[in-house]
């Protein structure tokens, strides 16, 4: 690799010989600023354009604005004026913008996923010619496009196209030279002559040029006075002598003609010349400025009067008026060129508790969710203070977040989990955990008993209640007890007695229906609930019981008499209806015997009826069995006689 380099570098300036051999010109040099540009003839790889131009302290050129796309013409114009016409064609010229292997294209930023080669990210301008191919498995270069034929170059602004970066024995596809681009810390006004002469310039980057516009600092300048130099030379130094401030270190105009005096070149003066007689004269400058040290430049007496910083960047002259420097305001910092601001990212220095979003200028600190600005930092946000609390039931704050919860009957609902649902423990597998009946209210339950019965003290079970002064009514006596099912009564239990007695108005009717699948009351008989009364449970402590008195309630305002009437007649319907149920389900198991009666018999009858089948079947004789097998006989060999009129005999 190193010798491949070597040898490129010693055939490098054959090649450019070989163009200058052809009448164009070899190189071209144009200045401003802070940068020169210099474009060259050369059909050389990307790399060894860029060997090139390191060579001498500079890079493949950049073209991060139209500022300087527009430089970057004027060194290709310089370069295409050629003493004999060119064909028409299109030639193209390397400039510092690659794409690495590996790395891919990126059609979100305007460079495309390319980058400089003397540094720095994405810039505001590009001048592509089409979209770059979205390839990864090779180094991408960029040139830019220019007719060969056009001298100089029309005012469009040459376009960019991607390619691939060329080898040593194969530069590139219509590959004819490169530009490259010098950076220094400032320059020099050219010299001013104020009689016949020539200034030749040769730059640190061994560029040399007669028309510079700037020269650059450490530059050197050849001053030949007369025709042909007869009146001597004179060599200068572009010089640094302050901040910002760059000179050759003489006092006025060169190669003065007495003769001539400010009749040729304006005697060299920059703006104003003045005829002293004899021969002499000086050099003087508008009003609002003042001469220089070196008696011919002029500059304002405010530096800053021509605007020179740009963007938020404000202009301040220093303490003697010669000179200025440009200033950002807080949040910003001078970009390279130091006539303008660019933002800082606060941010990456952490400033904020939590999360910090960054300005122009400046930066904003927010908190996360769940969290709120306290003094510069962040506290957890109490979601469950009063006025926020978005729970139905119990709120229970967390860092930075909340859960919600809800009582014992309810569970948690909603889609966002902050509502509360009432759980209805009478239905799901056993349907409830009363024995009989079952009402469900919210959050919680109650139970209750058919007619005549009356709640255990477990407030789950019933038990046969005591509501008759006198003895039971005829019939078969009911169990004195019906036990609650394994497990149950140790849920929340709210029990309630369920008694029947006349209506005595809508208050005294109960809006609680039992759950499905319990037994049902009679039509004629109203559920009335007695107040409750507080029991101690044996289950666990949240275990709500809400216990029946053990007598039925009665209506305020009747007779005694007429109440025992009632519980009288209330204790007689209470014994037919149990009948009536007795009844029922004996009739309903004499129906049942009586149909697997008529199966069994129908079954038997089928039975026999194919044994005897069976038996008819052996009995019968069959159609053979009647007759008998002859004993075959031997058949005749005799030969009947053919004229016999009976077959068989002879006559």
Same mark, same amino acid.
């Given at each position: 690799?190193?010798?491949?380099?070597?040898?490129?570098?010693?055939?490098?300036?054959?090649?450019?010989?070989?163009?200058?051999?052809?009448?164009?010109?070899?190189?071209?040099?144009?200045?401003?600023?802070?940068?020169?540009?210099?474009?060259?003839?050369?059909?050389?790889?990307?790399?060894?354009?860029?060997?090139?131009?390191?060579?001498?302290?500079?890079?493949?050129?950049?073209?991060? +604005?139209?500022?300087?796309?527009?430089?970057?013409? /004027?060194?290709?114009?310089?370069?295409?004026?050629?003493?004999?016409?060119?064909?028409? !064609?299109?030639?193209?010229?390397?400039?510092?913008?690659?794409?690495?292997?590996?790395?891919?294209?990126?059609?979100?930023?305007?460079?495309?996923?390319?980058?400089?080669?003397?540094?720095? #990210?994405?810039?505001?301008?590009?001048?592509? /010619?089409?979209?770059? =191919?979205?390839?990864?498995?090779?180094?991408?270069?960029?040139?830019?496009?220019?007719?060969?034929?056009?001298?100089?170059?029309?005012?469009?602004?040459?376009?960019?196209?991607?390619?691939?970066?060329?080898?040593?024995?194969?530069?590139? &596809?219509?590959?004819?030279?490169?530009?490259? %681009?010098?950076?220094?810390?400032?320059?020099?006004?050219?010299?001013?002559?104020?009689?016949?002469?020539?200034?030749?310039?040769?730059?640190?980057?061994?560029?040399?040029?007669?028309?510079?516009?700037?020269?650059?600092?450490?530059?050197?300048?050849?001053?030949?006075?007369?025709?042909?130099? %007869?009146?001597?030379?004179?060599?200068?130094?572009?010089?640094?002598?302050?901040?910002?401030?760059?000179?050759?270190?003489?006092?006025?105009?060169?190669?003065?003609?007495?003769?001539? &005096?400010?009749? $040729?070149?304006?005697?060299?003066? /920059?703006?104003?010349?003045?005829?002293?007689?004899?021969?002499?004269?000086?050099?003087?400058?508008?009003?609002?400025?003042?001469?220089?040290?070196?008696?011919?430049?002029?500059?304002?007496?405010?530096?800053?009067?021509?605007?020179?910083?740009?963007?938020?960047?404000?202009? =301040?002259?220093?303490?003697?008026? %010669?000179?200025?420097?440009?200033?950002?305001?807080? #949040?910003?910092?001078?970009?390279?060129?130091?006539?303008?601001?660019?933002?800082?990212?606060?941010?990456?220095?952490?400033?904020?508790?939590?999360?910090?979003?960054?300005?122009?200028?400046?930066?904003?600190?927010?908190?996360?969710?769940?969290?709120?600005?306290?003094?510069?930092?962040?506290?957890?946000?109490?979601?469950?203070?009063?006025?926020?609390?978005?729970?139905?039931?119990?709120?229970?704050?967390?860092?930075?977040?909340?859960?919600? +919860?809800?009582?014992?009957?309810?569970?948690?609902?909603?889609?966002?989990?902050?509502?509360?649902?009432?759980?209805?423990?009478?239905?799901?597998?056993?349907?409830?955990?009363?024995?009989?009946?079952?009402?469900?209210?919210?959050?919680?339950?109650?139970?209750?008993?058919?007619?005549?019965?009356?709640?255990?003290?477990?407030?789950?079970?019933?038990?046969?209640?005591?509501? +008759?002064?006198?003895?039971?009514?005829?019939?078969?006596?009911?169990?004195?007890? !019906?036990?609650?099912?394994?497990?149950?009564?140790?849920?929340?239990?709210?029990?309630?007695?369920?008694?029947?007695?006349?209506?005595?108005?809508?208050?005294?009717?109960?809006?609680?229906?039992?759950?499905?699948?319990?037994?049902?009351?009679?039509?004629?008989?109203?559920?009335?609930?007695?107040?409750?009364?507080?029991?101690?449970?044996?289950?666990?402590?949240?275990?709500?019981?809400?216990?029946?008195?053990?007598?039925?309630?009665?209506?305020?305002?009747?007779?005694?008499?007429?109440?025992?009437?009632?519980?009288?007649?209330?204790?007689?319907?209470?014994?037919?209806?149990?009948?009536?149920?007795? $009844?029922?389900?004996?009739?309903?198991?004499?129906?049942?015997?009586?149909?697997?009666?008529?199966?069994?018999?129908?079954?038997?009858?089928? =039975?026999?009826?194919?044994?005897?089948?069976?038996?008819?079947?052996?009995?019968?004789?069959?159609?053979?069995?009647?007759?008998?097998?002859?004993?075959?006989?031997?058949?005749?060999?005799?030969?009947?006689?053919?004229?016999?009129?009976?077959?068989?005999?002879?006559?």
């Amino acid at each position: 690799m190193a010798t491949s380099t070597g040898m490129s570098l010693l055939l490098l300036p054959l090649l450019l010989l070989g163009w200058a051999g052809t009448g164009a010109v070899a190189e071209a040099v144009v200045c401003a600023g802070t940068a020169c540009y210099t474009a060259h003839w050369g059909k050389l790889s990307a790399d060894q354009a860029q060997v090139n131009c390191s060579t001498n302290g500079g890079n493949l050129a950049t073209v991060r +604005s139209t500022e300087e796309a527009q430089r970057v013409q /004027q060194a290709l114009a310089q370069l295409l004026r050629p003493e004999a016409p060119l064909t028409t !064609r299109t030639g193209k010229f390397w400039i510092g913008l690659q794409r690495d292997k590996g790395k891919c294209l990126d059609s979100n930023l305007l460079l495309k996923g390319f980058s400089w080669i003397g540094g720095g #990210g994405d810039t505001p301008y590009t001048n592509w /010619q089409k979209e770059p =191919k979205n390839t990864c498995i090779s180094k991408r270069c960029v040139s830019l496009l220019l007719d060969l034929s056009l001298s100089p170059p029309t005012g469009r602004l040459s376009k960019w196209a991607e390619g691939p970066c060329g080898s040593p024995n194969s530069p590139g &596809s219509n590959i004819e030279g490169f530009v490259c %681009k010098f950076s220094f810390e400032g320059m020099c006004r050219p010299l001013a002559l104020g009689g016949p002469g020539q200034v030749t310039y040769t730059t640190p980057f061994q560029a040399t040029s007669s028309s510079l516009e700037a020269v650059p600092f450490a530059s050197m300048a050849n001053v030949a006075c007369g025709d042909e130099g %007869k009146e001597g030379s004179h060599y200068f130094l572009c010089k640094k002598k302050g901040a910002d401030v760059f000179d050759w270190g003489t006092s006025g105009p060169l190669c003065v003609s007495s003769k001539l &005096s400010c009749s $040729f070149n304006n005697g060299g003066c /920059q703006q104003y010349c003045f005829d002293g007689g004899e021969g002499s004269f000086r050099c003087g400058c508008q009003p609002g400025f003042r001469l220089m040290d070196d008696l011919v430049t002029c500059t304002s007496r405010n530096p800053c009067s021509s605007n020179p910083c740009r963007g938020v960047a404000t202009c =301040k002259p220093d303490s003697l008026g %010669k000179s200025y420097r440009c200033h950002c305001p807080p #949040g910003y910092q001078l970009d390279p060129s130091e006539l303008d601001c660019r933002d800082v990212d606060e941010c990456q220095a952490s400033p904020c508790a939590q999360e910090c979003i960054n300005t122009p200028g400046s930066f904003r600190c927010t908190c996360w969710v769940g969290y709120e600005p306290d003094e510069g930092t962040c506290r957890d946000l109490d979601e469950c203070a009063p006025g926020r609390n978005p729970c139905a039931q119990a709120c229970t704050n967390t860092d930075g977040s909340f859960h919600c +919860s809800c009582e014992e009957g309810y569970k948690v609902a909603g889609e966002d989990g902050t509502q509360c649902q009432d759980v209805d423990e009478c239905t799901g597998q056993g349907a409830g955990p009363c024995r009989d009946l079952c009402f469900n209210v919210p959050g919680s339950f109650r139970c209750g008993c058919l007619p005549g019965w009356e709640l255990a003290p477990n407030g789950v079970s019933c038990i046969l209640g005591h509501t +008759s002064p006198g003895p039971p009514t005829e019939g078969p006596a009911p169990p004195t007890d !019906r036990p609650a099912p394994q497990g149950e009564g140790q849920g929340s239990i709210a029990p309630s007695a369920i008694t029947s007695s006349p209506p005595r108005g809508p208050e005294a009717t109960s809006e609680e229906a039992p759950t499905m699948g319990r037994p049902s009351l009679p039509s004629n008989i109203l559920i009335t609930h007695a107040p409750p009364k507080l029991l101690a449970s044996s289950g666990p402590p949240s275990n709500k019981v809400e216990p029946s008195t053990s007598r039925p309630t009665a209506a305020a305002g009747h007779a005694e008499s007429a109440d025992g009437d009632s519980m009288a007649k209330q204790n007689e319907d209470s014994t037919n209806g149990q009948k009536l149920l007795l $009844f029922y389900i004996l009739g309903t198991v004499v129906a049942i015997l009586l149909l697997l009666a008529l199966a069994l018999g129908l079954l038997v009858y089928r =039975k026999r009826k194919a044994k005897r089948a069976e038996k008819r079947e052996k009995n019968t004789p069959s159609a053979a069995d009647s007759y008998s097998w002859v004993p075959e006989r031997a058949e005749s060999r005799a030969k009947e006689n053919e004229y016999s009129p009976t077959p068989g005999t002879d006559c």
